[in-house]
């Protein structure tokens, strides 16, 4: 039947129906994926009804708008629109359509008018009647079908009514995908689980089998139980064909209280039973857990001898007390040793000594060598150790390249002494490389504290001998050193000072002083170095030797250089602009901070644009042990800040450290003179000697040299004769806040005028 026809009213042809009809169970025959039945059901509603352009949409995830995904036009032929501009909007039909999942037609569009205007959607002047139907997915619009043809009232009950069951068998097509997708899905995970359950069950070190619990007789038992009971290998599927556990069992009460007991309590820890097999009996642990398998009550049993268990414990506990790497008593285990011996040596009055032993330079072993020679280089030092003590006393490894041994019931002090001089000789022999290489040489320092004179408990007496070998570490490598009571008061006073600083930092503690740097071919100010000072609230101004070193040891050194590069950079912009002959601001920075990165060039030119200034308003002092086998990283830091023009100064120049091509090679703009060659000017011919040595081998490289600690007017007119360029010290003037300097400045003005 065509729209046409059925508006003049004549007798619809049902023929083209049932040809539809068997198109649309074709269509749900093939199972197509719904992407084509919608192609289909479109272009079978067009052919069926003759309309002039049929298409289907779906909502847009986004918009929820409908937006198509079918278009077809021209009735029998079903040709494919060329562009989607041609379509109706899907104002009025559609949406509603999908909003309240039923149908929707408009059989009047030409008669609907307001003011003599039409107010159809521009693009939609053709079409007289249009009609939307919802296609339903698990009872919710999951497309809608919209057919508009050029002719009023083209949509008659008949069509309406056989639409209606197109979508509806389109529906029910989705629907049977929907849920044939998702049997797919179910069988596939069924699979997957199936897949797992064989894996486990088939590979499981202990000996599992499936049993009825009515009889015991056995569903399925893997490989390890097949060889428990010495049947031999097994397939893959493992089936018993319906054997009794009960030979298995030597005591037939062991079974029938098992039994019982997993059918009451539907699980069962591990028992001891005793099964028989062709070797004998063989003592077990048997676990179970109920299971309902294939409709009929079964349970599972997990079955391990007592030798496997014995094994896997004492695995477990060899994991869990000693240092998988060495073999020795691990952290804890030493612990707990270390608690008894001190309740043992409280209650029989013994003297026992805790050595900390810590190898020196290890680090550089691991970088040079790699990882594996250094865990082998452990193992020596470890067996090493070993040697040289009692089998009474303990040895374990604490962390990385950290020892300890634990010297037991002493009865004579100086013996422990000679166990440390004997672990230090022991460890000075080199260790051979696995490859030929030439032999590793190691050192130690060790810490000693003894129970009870230094510490009564555990812990005090690790902290102590931790205390010690510390101490050892800075006055050298390879030796020891006892705990006393200043380590540990040393050990207090910088644990509270860390924290102060920490808090420091928060409530901004922090203040910058400022020191001239003179030229001494004018007599003026030219630069000023910016000086951190810590206002500690009861130990007053501290200088930066006493907390920067703690600052770069805690991780506080990249906030602390942030905050005095923004200080000092504002002071900049402020002096620079009321004070024109004053042009650069010295910053410090650590070794630290260049060493690890912890400098964001880019957030400190973005500081320096923000405030008009420029990276020639800064120079950045490093001190001479950044050079000290500089990195690929300070070398290409270094490179950065001529890139930006901040200039370098070398600070305290000349205490042995510098490697002479490094200055040669590196973008240095200052040498500063020590001041430690500055002070003996007058009377060491030396110091002289050496101070006019840099002056000239920097004049040579391009450099300008400063001179620090310059506190008499000789040594002032001395470095001016031998051409050094500026100097810095207390004869000009001590460091400043901000306000002094700024009045120092002010008055360097006024003389300069008056010259």
């Not at 089936?239 to 029938?256: C, F, M, S, T, Y």
């Not at 500081?607 to 001479?624: A, D, F, K, M, P």
Request: charged share 25%.
């Amino acid at each position: 039947m065509t729209a046409r026809a059925s508006a003049k009213g004549r007798t619809p042809p049902f023929e083209a129906y049932y040809q539809a009809l068997a198109d649309l169970q074709q269509a749900l025959i093939d199972a197509d994926p719904p992407e084509r039945l919608l192609e289909r059901v479109c272009a079978i509603a067009l052919k069926s009804t003759g309309f002039r352009l049929a298409w289907i949409g779906q909502p847009d995830p986004a918009t929820q708008q409908v937006k198509p995904v079918v278009i077809l036009s021209g009735g029998a032929d079903g040709r494919k629109l060329s562009s989607i501009r041609r379509l109706p909007e899907p104002a009025e039909p559609t949406t509603r359509a999908f909003t309240e999942a039923r149908h929707v037609v408009v059989n009047d569009r030409q008669s609907r008018r307001a003011g003599g205007r039409s107010q159809r959607p521009r693009g939609t002047a053709r079409w007289r009647s249009i009609g939307s139907f919802p296609i339903l997915l698990a009872g919710s619009p999951f497309a809608i079908l919209t057919l508009c043809h050029d002719v009023e009232r083209a949509f008659n009950d008949d069509v309406i009514e056989w639409l209606d069951r197109v979508v509806g068998i389109a529906s029910f097509g989705l629907d049977n995908l929907d849920r044939e997708a998702q049997r797919r899905a179910t069988l596939d995970a069924l699979d997957t689980c199936e897949e797992r359950y064989s894996t486990v069950f088939d590979n499981s070190p202990n000996a599992l089998a499936l049993i009825r619990l009515e009889d015991g007789r056995l569903i399925e038992v893997n490989e390890q139980w097949r060889r428990l009971i010495g049947k031999g290998d097994v397939s893959h599927d493992a089936h018993v064909d319906g054997e009794n556990d009960k030979p298995l069992w030597l005591n037939a009460r062991q079974r029938a209280a098992f039994y019982k007991a997993l059918a009451r309590e539907g699980q069962v820890s591990e028992r001891e039973a005793t099964f028989v097999t062709p070797h004998g009996p063989v003592d077990c642990l048997v676990s179970g857990m109920r299971l309902l398998i294939h409709g009929v009550t079964g349970g599972l049993l997990v079955v391990q001898t007592k030798t496997a268990r014995r094994k896997i414990d004492e695995w477990l506990w060899g994991q869990a007390r000693l240092d998988l790497l060495t073999g020795l008593t691990n952290r804890s285990m030493f612990y707990d040793r270390l608690c008894q011996e001190l309740k043992h040596d409280r209650r029989d009055a013994y003297t026992c000594a805790l050595l900390y032993i810590d190898l020196d330079g290890f680090k550089q072993i691991n970088d040079a060598l790699g990882h594996r020679e250094g865990d082998r280089v452990l193992s020596v030092v470890a067996d090493r150790i070993a040697r040289c003590v009692r089998d009474s006393d303990t040895v374990a490894r604490m962390s990385g390249d950290e020892f300890v041994v634990l010297l037991s019931e002493l009865s004579n002090t100086a013996h422990v002494e000679e166990k440390a001089q004997s672990i230090l000789d022991a460890l000075a022999e080199p260790v051979g490389c696995d490859d030929g290489g030439k032999p590793v040489q190691i050192s130690a320092c060790i810490g000693i504290a003894m129970y009870p004179v230094d510490a009564t408990d555990a812990d005090a007496l690790l902290r102590d001998a931790d205390h010690a070998m510390r101490a050892a570490k800075k006055v050298g490598r390879n030796g020891f050193r006892y705990f006393t009571a200043q380590m540990q008061r040393h050990a207090l006073a910088r644990l509270r000072m860390i924290e102060d600083l920490r808090n420091a930092v928060r409530e901004n503690q922090f203040e910058l002083e400022y020191q001239p740097i003179v030229d001494l071919s004018t007599g003026r100010i030219a630069e000023a170095e910016a000086l951190l000072r810590w206002r500690h609230p009861t130990l007053g101004s501290m200088r930066p030797a006493t907390f920067i070193p703690l600052a770069e040891e805690h991780g506080l050194i990249q906030e602390l250089g942030n905050w005095t590069f923004m200080q000092a950079t504002d002071t900049v912009r402020r002096w620079a602009a009321a004070y024109p002959q004053w042009r650069q601001m010295t910053i410090n920075v650590s070794a630290v901070q260049i060493q690890r990165g912890y400098i964001d060039l880019d957030a400190w030119l973005v500081q320096l644009n923000r405030l008009g200034l420029s990276g020639q308003n800064i120079i950045v002092e490093i001190t001479e042990s950044t050079l000290l086998n500089p990195s690929r990283s300070v070398l290409d830091q270094l490179r950065r800040f001529k890139d930006a023009e901040i200039q370098v100064a070398l600070d305290d120049f000349g205490t042995g450290y510098s490697a002479m091509s490094y200055l040669k090679r590196l973008p240095i703009d200052y040498l500063k003179i020590a001041r430690e060659f500055i002070e003996d000017l007058e009377t060491d011919s030396s110091s002289r000697a050496l101070a006019e040595a840099i002056v000239v081998m920097g004049h040579k490289l391009d450099m300008k040299v400063i001179a620090e600690g310059v506190e008499t007017p000789w040594q002032r007119e001395w470095l001016s004769a031998i051409g050094c360029d500026y100097a810095q010290g207390y004869l000009f003037s001590p460091p400043l806040g901000a306000e002094g300097f700024e009045t120092l400045l002010r008055s360097d003005v006024r003389q300069s005028s008056q010259r």
